[in-house]
């Protein structure tokens, strides 16, 4: 089929404007920009000054470098705001990336300089060279692109503290809720499905975190003497803990939800590959890989609280103590998923031990409503831009900030895109981007904020 004029029109704009964007993703992955507090945040200031620069210089002129209330009573790293309002009765749009970046990890890992970028086999390797500065360039590129055209109303949002987990994402917001107020929000800050095939993230796992501990005495008593008829408080708390699954690995506690099973699958050689799974060690559940990654609730122990080997005696012990951190499935509250396992920890006590559960954090999952007309748009955007349509996928951990634009702007339609590849390595050592599919990235969005003017 014959590709559209305008689509033509625009490939041609975006092949003769990526070499700027390329040299823009350049200069800000030499910008050690770590928002990790243990490095020097001054780099991190540098980085927002930078980018506030690139984005006056694409013709925005409302541009500030601004910060919120952190939690720990500090300011929370600056995040850079740019607005230009569209023509009277247009959609307004909000473009999300992030300008930090995590720590680079051990140099000895890492190929070429972290903070160097180099090119390989068209990919371009460096700290940040996919997550998320390339998100930042290709929000540049689309609106260089579409340049006077554009259609839409436009705000840049690109924050300082995403890889510590946005902790004063919500005090932003709702300070600067009315420069950031849109009607449809791209976040480019997630994973293709492959090279040569486009994703949306159409959902995202929550989360709930809760502490459990089981008692059996009132203090230690001697395991000889009392051994047999008292069971100690670690044997009582690996029980509980067994009663989480069934046989076959699968969750088996009453009350959490599973979404529908994804469209795609993913290669199981390929996942423990990623998982560094041990040879001869099963994988555990049962459907399809992406529906145990995605879509259904997992349960980990995250922590546990026991007597230390090097200190243990002949002694029972009289309490002990687990960290357990629930994946809800997309869709399901998280503080009612935390409810039906506190509910399950409790009914199941072992032996009438006495099980004390301690509700901790809590955090949204995602369920993009898949025919949106922003989804829509987005859906043709991709498939004009390479030439394949785009698979819906999921993530199995949450985005923090994802809850918090949710939770801030219930009516905007978001959409989260990709700009990494599996082989980007976003947080390990040799991180890259693909510069080949990232030229696709900045035509799709060009061709979504023009269908979105429309
Ligand atoms: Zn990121």
């Known amino acids: 089929m014959a590709e559209d004029p305008r689509t033509t029109e625009l490939r041609a704009r975006t092949a003769a404007t990526f070499p700027l964007v390329r040299e823009q993703l350049e200069a800000l992955v030499r910008i050690p920009s770590v928002s990790n507090p243990s490095f020097d945040q001054a780099h991190v200031r540098t980085s927002a000054e930078h980018v506030a ?106 924050e300082g503290e995403e890889e510590i987990g946005s902790p004063s994402f ?7 809720r009315e420069l950031l107020a849109a009607d449809v929000i791209v976040v480019a800050d997630s994973v293709n499905w492959k090279v040569g095939v486009p994703a949306l993230t159409t959902s995202l796992r929550g989360m709930a975190d809760l502490e459990v501990e ?29 009663t989480l699954h069934d046989d076959d690995g699968d969750v088996a506690v009453e009350g959490l939800e599973r979404a529908p099973d994804p469209e795609v699958d993913q290669d199981e050689a390929e996942l423990r590959a990623e998982a560094a ?51 809800v499935a997309p869709g399901q509250d998280p503080l009612e998923a935390r409810a039906a396992l506190r509910r399950h920890l409790e ?12 509700e901790r954090d809590a955090g949204k999952g995602f369920a993009a409503p898949l025919d ?22 999921g993530l199995g951990g949450s985005i923090p900030f994802i809850a918090d634009l949710l939770e801030s702007f219930p009516a905007a339609q978001i959409l989260v895109t990709g700009v990494e590849d599996p082989d980007s390595r976003a947080h390990g050592a040799n991180e890259s981007v693909h510069l080949g599919e990232l030229e696709k990235v900045v035509l799709a969005e060009a061709l979504l904020l023009d269908r979105l003017a429309r």
Do not use: C
């Open 53 to 158: 620069q690139l984005l006056r210089e694409a013709g925005l002129d409302e541009v500030h470098v601004l910060d919120a209330p952190a939690p720990d009573g500090g300011r929370g790293a600056p995040a850079v705001v740019a607005r230009r309002p569209g023509p009277a009765g247009a959609p307004h749009v909000l473009l999300y990336a992030h300008h930090d970046v995590q720590p680079p990890g051990d140099r000895g890992e890492w190929d070429t300089e972290p903070f160097e970028p180099t090119e390989r086999d068209g990919r371009l390797y460096g700290r940040g060279a996919a997550d998320d500065k390339a998100g930042i360039v290709a929000h540049l590129g689309a609106l260089r692109v579409l340049g006077a055209e554009l259609g839409v109303g436009v705000s840049v949002f690109v």
């Open 170 to 176: 919500a005090a932003f917001l709702a300070e600067h």
């Open 214 to 242: 089981v008692a059996v005495t009132e203090h230690a008593i001697h395991s000889g003497m009392f051994g047999g008829p008292v069971l100690d408080a670690n044997v009582l708390l690996a029980r509980l803990v067994s």
């Open 277 to 327: 799974v041990l040879a001869g060690v099963r994988l555990a559940g049962t459907g399809p890989l992406t529906a145990r990654l995605w879509s259904r609730p997992a349960i980990s122990v995250i922590g546990i609280d026991a007597t230390r080997v090097d200190e243990a005696s002949n002694t029972i012990a009289p309490r002990a103590r687990a960290k357990l951190s629930l994946r």
């Open 347 to 358: 009914q199941h006590a072992p032996f009438g031990a006495r099980v004390t559960v301690t």
């Open 372 to 393: 949106s007309p922003a989804m829509q748009a987005a859906r043709e955007a991709f498939a004009a831009s390479w030439g394949t349509a785009p698979v819906d996928t």
